[in-house]
């Protein structure tokens, strides 16, 4: 079992696997996001206070999802490549973050449309709104420290410690609607025991969030793949594999 | 089924398909940014080998 | 064997700090550059903004963060940055103390001449935005948290941007939105000491935030460090 395990240290191990799983990953994720919208936008009954505007939901609910889990990529696989030296992490965590960054700007420009026939307004300062603009900013900091230096692996280093220094502000975005009084709704699917939201308006939304993960793990293996180059430009394994 | 008309979306299209455009808009600037990301690496790679073998012949 | 590991841990944090408060002693125009930049910064917005007094005094409590937390920025560049040049930095790392003393006390040197140094002016700053002086406590009490607490983050962010050219420009990108929440409830505190409604729960949370930032912050800021100097 463990075997497995040390294989995904191996860039080349990698390499190949991220090869042959995005193409898959990206049809699951089409077929999923693709019900999800049909579902969503035709079949799904408009909701009785938001009427068809809540439908947003179906693309701002999963992009914030998202920005979230893919900072905490990042910050994992920073934090497994620091400790355990494992420089496969580093491409992890350099590859993720444009894809979380582009969610988390998906995630607030869905979310400001989507206030302005709620709320009112475009934009209001709340903690959620708040925390998760910062994580933007966060994301535009690691992926402004990275390339500053000369010695690429030390930048690596220094993205990585930045990214789980700013990993805090992940628990804050999401427990923000629970802590503070807040414009923005609270937690609509986590309540495992009763969930707030019909089936037939729950269905899509799960699908779509679904199929957003399969498009991020497919994005993510092919950017991987990259990275995992640059990093491993003049290696043995890297002739064969570029020939093919 | 949806009662507000599809294209309208209740009187809310101008934020719904916004939307969606958007949405739509970055799944396709991911894939496309991740596949120009992957090609230039190769090419990178594949002359970085090039100069390699050049310089030990 | 390095001399250095015979000396007591907090004899060394003494040692540190007493050159670092000595050596920006003696640059004494280093050290009142960003005190004068506080009070600049704190007159722009009543002038550019030509208000009366009532709309200042709702402003007051941004407008003195604002200024502080940029104030704090200026100086952060130099908490490493002057060591790790003439390679002092790398020396004292291979004292055998520890990097996490040095980085205490450098730290702690520089809260003592910016951040407490704001925190004593702030009554000066604080009546020229027609802040009252019933809020001035919780004003203070803030405003020493919140700084102690930029000058961890600060130094978190300048161990990683030692080496870079530039360093100063990406210090503030990674430092500043760290910086955000403690702008938020520093600034709530003093806005909610005036309009006279309890600060105790966001002075509170000040305190949390201080104090993980206290205690995580120098295994952060010497692992940066660590990176850097390697």
Not at chain 3, 9 to 32: C, H
Not at chain 3, 163 to 170: D, E, F, T
Request: charged share 10%; proline share 5%; aromatic share 10%.
């Amino acid at each position: 079992m463990w075997t497995w395990f040390y294989r995904l240290a191996s860039p080349p191990f990698v390499y190949r696997v991220a090869a042959a799983a995005a193409p898959w990953l990206m049809a699951t994720a089409a077929a999923a996001i693709g019900y999800g919208v049909i579902d969503g936008l035709v079949f799904a009954p408009p909701d009785y206070q938001q009427g068809d505007a809540f439908r947003i939901i179906y693309v701002h609910a999963p992009a914030a999802w998202l920005s979230l889990f893919s900072y905490t990529t990042m910050a994992a696989a920073g934090a497994i490549a620091l400790i355990w030296r494992i420089k496969v992490g580093h491409a992890v965590a350099a590859a993720t973050a444009p894809i979380g960054a582009s969610f988390t700007l998906l995630a607030l420009v869905t979310g400001s449309l989507w206030g302005r026939p709620m709320w009112g307004t475009y934009w209001a300062w709340d903690p959620r709104l708040t925390s998760e603009l910062i994580l933007l900013f966060l994301y535009v900091g690691v992926m402004s420290l990275r390339p500053a230096f000369e010695d690429p692996a030390r930048g690596d280093r220094a993205a990585a410690l930045l990214a789980i220094v700013g990993v805090v502000n992940v628990p804050i975005i999401h427990y923000s609607v629970q802590w503070w009084n807040s414009l923005h709704q609270g937690p609509t699917v986590a309540k495992l025991a009763k969930p707030s939201m019909p089936g037939s308006m729950l269905w899509p939304l799960l699908s779509m969030l679904l199929g957003f993960m399969l498009f991020y793990g497919a994005v993510l293996c092919i950017r991987l793949r990259g990275e995992v180059l640059n990093r491993e430009r003049l290696s043995a394994w890297v002739r064969e594999a570029v020939k093919s | 089924m949806n009662s507000g008309g599809f294209w309208s979306m209740g009187g809310y299209a101008r934020f719904v398909w916004p939307c969606f455009g958007f949405a739509f808009a970055v799944l396709l600037w991911n894939l496309w940014s991740a596949r120009r990301f992957l090609a230039a690496a190769r090419r990178r790679t594949a002359r970085a080998l090039m100069m390699a073998a050049s310089q030990r012949s | 064997m390095s001399v250095g590991a015979g000396v007591g841990v907090w004899r060394a944090l003494g040692l540190v700090l007493e050159r670092e408060l000595l050596l920006s002693f003696r640059r004494p125009d280093q050290l009142l550059q960003p005190l004068v930049f506080f009070l600049i910064v704190t007159t722009l917005f009543p002038l550019g903004l030509s208000v009366q007094l009532s709309l200042l005094r709702d402003m007051a409590p941004g407008v003195l963060w604002v200024a502080a937390l940029l104030a704090s920025l200026l100086s952060l560049d130099s908490v490493f940055k002057s060591d790790a040049d003439d390679g002092t930095l790398e020396q004292l790392a291979l004292s055998g103390q520890g990097l996490v003393v040095i980085v205490v006390a450098k730290t702690l040197a520089h809260w003592l001449v910016s951040g407490a140094a704001l925190v004593l002016l702030s009554p000066l700053v604080g009546t020229a935005l027609a802040i009252p002086v019933s809020a001035f406590g919780t004003m203070l009490a803030s405003l020493a948290l919140g700084t102690l607490t930029l000058s961890w983050l600060g130094a978190i962010g300048a161990g990683l941007t030692v080496g870079v050219k530039r360093g100063n420009v990406i210090l503030s990108l990674i430092v500043l939105p760290l910086a955000m929440p403690l702008l938020i409830f520093g600034a709530g505190a003093t806005d909610r000491a005036i309009s006279g409604t309890s600060s105790s729960g966001a002075l509170y949370l000040l305190g949390a935030l201080c104090v993980l930032t206290c205690t995580l912050a120098p295994f952060a800021a010497s692992a940066a460090l660590r990176i850097t100097l390697e």
